[in-house]
């Protein structure tokens, strides 16, 4: 029969009590079956045999009363002080304990089974599959190092260099004796194929662990994880990738990108240094040249952090204003309640000198990287660039419909708060990621013409008619790729009326029925309507919620469908975030500098076998001694390890004295219990 390695533990074995219990498992080395083994003790034998309870947790609690063997490393020690005894009880397996003498040979001079009890250990029987025994009548009963006699009692060839994880592990594993050569595998059922994983065991190819970082992506570089060809595809469905784990490439760069945007700073920017509580402002200004045209004052926006909160956000500053009637300000409030996905929340406003005039300050939430949409279709990197011909649609009607719910959105909030948008501009209305549009510069028109919406051109009704009207406007600037549509207040109704046929032509007939509603009768629209007291506003946005029903449904629709698939990456990053926690423990247990010097601290009981998984984990080597670096591995033995699965794992000391079968389960045990008693001892 094939030889196991004599200190292999076999719990559940017939050597081997194996209740999963703790305690039972913590028992004194009892031999396989008493009726046999007991006539073969020799009490002058056993005390020369060092008790496994020792071996495995580092003393044992039935020293003294009535376990028979040796529990001392050390023969000399025996003549301690109890104090130092017990002192040295739990120095004494470290690196110059001797081998380890499996209790039966040395007991009986007899060949029996290696019974080591592990602490918890709840492995199953290792029942070798090699149908020929493999017995040597002239074998010395001595202990036989795994790693000298292969399943053959043959040298293994790759025993010169101890691969780590596999050598012993082939002399188990149920094909090895068929198949002796010295590509070994370790002992591990074999799950998941990790499809891509392979450029990670190519060590010339690990970009994971990669040193060289580009020096100018700070703090982050965020291609850490960006796939490598070749791409494996058709996986199977058990198949994963290594980018199957992660969050998808882009929406981590997305995000990436967003935060290094939020931390951007300019040492030396001619700003100043401070605003109120705002600081290291960073203009976000794409248009250099003055611009007066929305507000009738030239306005520059910045990014700043508030030192209140130690959040950032967008103060745009309209130059040259000074503030007349304070009572004007105090409308920041109203606006600073609502809120709504579809508009960037208003937060403060106030004057500062801090430029050298009279300036005033409105705060707002600060969207990193977002772009405007006169930029994102009508600027010089226009994101929809209009056809050869220019006879097809450039803008996807999707995203025509998408922009008009969520500003239709915003506009029934504002509206319902009795506030109106007023500025409904190209150049104010910002992209914060795809198709996510917010009006940009609400409330500052209420600050500097004032609010008190006392009837005629300025009535809430008359303003809410110019919202929908400029509505109109901004979509259909957007449809015919015509800015002048929307940046020109005054533009012709012919010029409307044509291009509305042309919308009519290339969008659906219900695009161009809303986009008439919006743009229609707009001479009762703004100073006609309130004027004479009998007119009812024409147009209402709650008219206009109804006529674009279907589509806020498909918005809301694929909204939904966005936020699964944002929920299912979390899911990605949360398994993530299991393992993190994970490594954290182990680095906080394995290799402790106060126990440098104790060796026994690390050498015995559960933190042995973190030791030693820590090794089957990270520092397997291949058939060639080149360290495998296969993160595939990895994760599957944490995730394993995390969930506690019953699988058991063989564990091979370095000096491939020691192997170890345990479950994860028992790792598990292990590393909650080695970190309850860390935590306890710091705290
Ligand atoms: N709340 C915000 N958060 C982050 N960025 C913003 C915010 N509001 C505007 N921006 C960005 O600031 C930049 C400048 O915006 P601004 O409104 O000044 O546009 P502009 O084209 O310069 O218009 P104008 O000609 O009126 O100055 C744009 O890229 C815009 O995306």
């Not at 490439?249 to 401070?274: M, V, Y």
């Not at 994102?376 to 929809?384: K, L, M, Q, V």
């Not at 699988?647 to 790792?667: A, F, G, H, P, T």
Request: net charge neutral; glycine share 6%.
């Amino acid at each position: 029969m094939l030889k196991q390695p004599a200190s292999a533990v076999a719990p559940g074995s017939a050597s081997s009590p194996n209740t999963g219990d703790k305690s039972t498992s913590e028992s004194p080395v009892k031999p396989a079956s008493s009726e046999v083994r007991q006539p073969s003790i020799n009490p002058g034998k056993q005390s020369q045999t060092l008790c496994r309870n020792i071996l495995i947790h580092g003393y044992c609690k039935f020293e003294n009363s009535g376990c028979i063997f040796r529990h001392d490393t050390n023969p000399v020690q025996q003549q301690q002080s109890p104090t130092a005894k017990s002192e040295s009880a739990k120095k004494r397996l470290n690196v110059d304990s001797p081998s380890f003498m499996p209790g039966s040979i040395a007991a009986g001079g007899v060949v029996t089974k290696a019974s080591l009890s592990v602490p918890s250990a709840d492995s199953a029987i290792f029942v070798p599959r090699m149908s020929t025994p493999v017995s040597d009548p002239n074998q010395s009963p001595s202990y036989t190092s795994p790693a000298t006699v292969d399943a053959y009692g043959q040298k293994p060839i790759i025993n010169s260099q101890f691969v780590h994880g596999y050598s012993p592990i082939a002399q188990m594993a149920p094909h090895v004796g068929v198949d002796p050569s010295p590509v070994q595998q370790p002992i591990q059922t074999p799950t998941y194929e990790y499809g891509s994983m392979g450029q990670y065991a190519q060590p010339s190819q690990d970009i994971y662990y990669q040193q060289a970082q580009p020096a100018h992506y700070q703090p982050l570089n965020y291609h850490l994880y960006a796939p490598l060809p070749p791409h494996k595809v058709n996986l199977l469905p058990y198949q994963r990738t290594v980018q199957g784990f992660f969050l998808s490439d882009n929406l981590r760069e997305e995000l990436q990108r967003k935060t290094e945007a939020s931390l951007q700073i300019l040492p030396t920017s001619g700003l100043p240094d401070a605003l109120d509580v705002y600081y290291s402002l960073v203009p976000l200004d794409t248009n250099t040249e003055k611009s007066s045209r929305v507000f009738g004052y030239a306005s520059w926006i910045y990014k700043a952090f508030s030192k209140s909160d130690g959040n950032t956000y967008a103060l745009r500053r309209l130059e040259g204003f000074k503030l007349t009637d304070e009572k004007a300000i105090a409308t920041v409030q109203q606006w600073r309640r609502l809120s709504n996905a579809g508009m960037v929340t208003l937060f403060e406003a106030f004057t500062t000198r801090a430029f050298g005039d009279n300036s005033i300050i409105f705060v707002y939430d600060y969207h990193p990287l977002s772009s405007t949409l006169f930029d994102t279709h009508f600027g010089p990197d226009a994101r929809y660039p209009m056809s050869r011909n220019g006879s097809s649609p450039v803008v996807p009607e999707q995203v025509v419909w998408s922009y008009i719910v969520q500003l239709s959105s915003a506009l029934k909030t504002i509206h319902s708060a009795n506030l109106a948008a007023r500025v409904l501009d190209a150049s104010k209305v910002i992209l914060t990621s795809k198709m996510r549009v917010r009006l940009s510069a609400v409330g500052i028109m209420d600050v500097i013409s004032g609010n008190d919406y006392n009837g005629g051109a300025n009535s809430i009704q008359a303003l809410h008619q110019d919202d929908l009207y400029n509505l109109g406007r901004l979509i259909l600037s957007i449809v015919c790729n015509n800015h002048a549509i929307s940046t020109n207040a005054n533009v012709p109704q012919q010029v409307i009326a044509k291009s509305l046929e042309y919308a009519g032509r290339s969008y659906s007939v219900g695009l161009k029925a809303a986009l008439a509603y919006l743009l229609g009768n707009n001479v009762v629209s703004a100073g006609s309507v309130g004027k004479d007291g009998l007119k009812e506003p024409v147009k209402n946005i709650d008219e206009f919620l109804r006529i674009i029903a279907p589509h806020i449904q498909q918005s809301f629709n694929s909204s939904l469908h966005y936020q699964d698939i944002l929920e299912s990456e979390l899911c990605k990053e949360l398994e993530n975030g299991r393992l993190v926690r994970l490594l954290c423990k182990f680095n906080f247990i394995n290799e402790r500098p106060e126990y440098d010097h104790d060796s026994a601290w690390s050498e015995t009981g559960d933190r042995y076998l973190l030791k030693l998984f820590r090794d089957y984990v990270f520092h397997q080597n291949d058939e060639n001694g080149r360290p495998v670096t296969d993160l595939g591995h990895v994760l599957r033995c944490l995730n394993k390890l995390d969930a506690a699965v019953d699988e058991k794992v063989m564990l091979v000391s370095r000096d491939e004295q020691s192997c170890l079968i345990v479950s994860y389960k028992e790792l598990k045990n292990c590393v909650d219990a080695v970190f309850r008693d860390l935590s306890r001892s710091n705290g």
